[in-house]
């Protein structure tokens, strides 16, 4: 069975810095894309990250760029998001994707390009 959990969500104030952890099971790790996602109340899903295991390219968001950081370990199954300077805009709920095509696009992928997801983690960043 294909799972995806996600941990590490939490309340903070603005300017500081959570990691989300993205454990995935029931699939290898080598060749996937694992995309990570936020929905904010009222607002679509929107991809804000991703990362191709087999050869490691990443996607951003320009409204993340230089303040959050993914990576992955594949030993451990596990992709993380390290989030810093963090904002008010950006509490939402996060997700994390996984799709075997290994493919980061430049411009962000649909939610309808991915197989499996997470349950999601709530992130609130306080003012």
């Known amino acids: 069975e294909v799972q995806l959990v996600e941990s590490g969500g939490g309340l903070v104030q603005a300017g500081g810095s959570l990691r989300l952890s993205c454990v995935a099971s029931?699939?290898?790790?080598?060749?996937?894309?694992i995309g990570w996602f936020r929905q904010a109340p009222g607002k679509e899903r929107e991809e804000f990250s991703c990362?191709?295991?087999?050869?490691?390219?990443?996607y951003y968001a320009d409204s993340v760029k230089g303040r959050f950081t993914i990576s992955a370990d594949i030993a451990e199954n596990t992709v993380y998001l390290q989030m810093n300077s963090l904002r008010p805009e950006d509490t939402a709920v996060y997700y994390c994707?996984?799709?075997?095509?290994?493919?980061?696009?430049?411009?962000?992928?649909?939610?309808?390009?991915?197989?499996?997801w997470g349950q999601g983690t709530q992130v609130t960043v306080s003012s």
């Open positions: 990362i191709s295991s087999i050869d490691n390219n990443t």
């Open positions: 029931g699939f290898s790790f080598d060749d996937v894309t």
């Open positions: 994707a996984s799709r075997t095509v290994y493919y980061c696009s430049p411009y962000g992928l649909r939610p309808s390009d991915y197989d499996y």
